[in-house]
């Protein structure tokens, strides 16, 4: 499917650009998101916040990174926005994508679209201002991305991260990272030498046909035991999940272990529009009706799904 894109000139601020007509073509065989998802069983709790979604593009406002290793179909704002009360979520929290590179104008369009209703987590290089990040701040970010999957991100060494980390410090801004299960041992030093709270994107990505006491998600499990600061996103159901829609069966002990564990370091998403998925397609209404399974109680389901990210989003800073 060839999509009608423009590519805007370089531009430092944050705004959107007049568009200069380059075409985008998302990857060969790209899943697009359903148009029509169906609506869950489960009702949301009163103030729900849908913790990890993205925004793409669209391409001919807010073109893609040339250093992408994916080009996506559009999936812009109004769509998100849609999404979010079709569900019945009051809150989103709009996590920059590998396929924008550290160009967030369109996730501080889609904040500052959003109002309170949304926050952010961007994507940053050692090269950005201070008014940048204030123009950020100022617009709802509140988190900045370390991206370590291999197939997403060309790896860069620790003190790259860490020298991130003193940009940011002034705003009191948190780290979110996304690895592939057996990068934890080998990235060990730096997460553990992150100071701020720290979210870890779909648990580190179990393997979920091994056990739950397998090597791999022992040791997350460690590292949440041992630091109160690292906070998990209990999504992903639809990548993880060998067995598949809609129960995605295999999925919901890992995240159903976390979440009794550390019932005050969980927070859930979406994770609309789902790049880069192979095997299917999700319905959102299948991976909300997950929640109850993932979270048995009310008052669990209350702090993944509104207490904890609120207190991470809305009320730290
Ligand atoms: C996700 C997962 C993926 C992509 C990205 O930034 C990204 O491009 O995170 C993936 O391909 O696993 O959470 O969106």
Same mark, same amino acid.
């Given at each position: 499917m060839v999509q009608n894109h423009h590519v805007l000139s &370089?531009? %430092?601020?944050m705004e959107a650009q007049p568009p200069m007509n380059v075409t985008f073509e998302p990857d060969a065989g790209w899943l697009v998101y359903l148009a029509n998802p169906r609506k869950p069983a489960y009702a949301l709790p009163s103030g729900a916040v849908d913790a990890h979604c993205h925004v793409f593009g669209p391409g001919d406002v807010f073109p893609y990174a040339p250093e992408r290793k994916y080009t996506p179909v559009d999936a812009p704002k109004d769509k998100l926005f849609a999404l979010r009360d079709f569900l019945g979520f009051e809150r989103q929290v709009i996590v920059q994508a590998t396929c924008h590179g550290a160009d967030n104008r369109a996730l501080v369009d889609a904040l500052r679209a959003a109002g309170d209703r949304a926050r952010g987590v961007a994507t940053i290089r050692p090269s950005v201002s201070r008014d940048e990040l204030a123009q950020m701040h100022e617009a709802g970010v509140r988190g900045v991305r370390f991206n370590f999957v291999r197939r997403l991100a060309d790896p860069k060494p620790d003190d790259y991260y860490r020298g991130l980390v003193g940009l940011i410090a002034e705003f009191g801004w948190h780290i979110v990272i996304y690895f592939e299960a057996a990068d934890l041992a080998e990235r060990c030093d730096l997460f553990t030498s992150l100071p701020t709270t720290i979210v870890v994107d779909h648990m580190g990505? &179990? #393997?979920? %046909?091994? &056990?739950? #006491?397998g090597a791999d998600f022992e040791l997350f499990q460690k590292f949440m035991g041992t630091r109160e600061n690292v906070w998990a996103k209990l999504s992903g159901a639809e990548r993880l999940s060998k067995s598949g829609p809609p129960g995605y069966d295999d999925f919901i002990p890992f995240a159903r272990h976390i979440a009794q564990a550390f019932p005050d370091r969980v927070i859930w998403g979406t994770d609309w529009p789902h790049p880069n998925m192979k095997s299917h397609m999700p319905d959102e209404g299948d991976l909300v009706d997950l929640l109850p399974r993932i979270a048995p109680s009310e008052q669990l389901q209350r702090k993944l799904l509104v207490d904890n990210p609120m207190r991470l989003y809305w009320e730290a800073s």
């Open positions: &370089p531009a %430092t601020s990505r &179990p #393997d979920v %046909t091994q &056990p739950l #006491d």
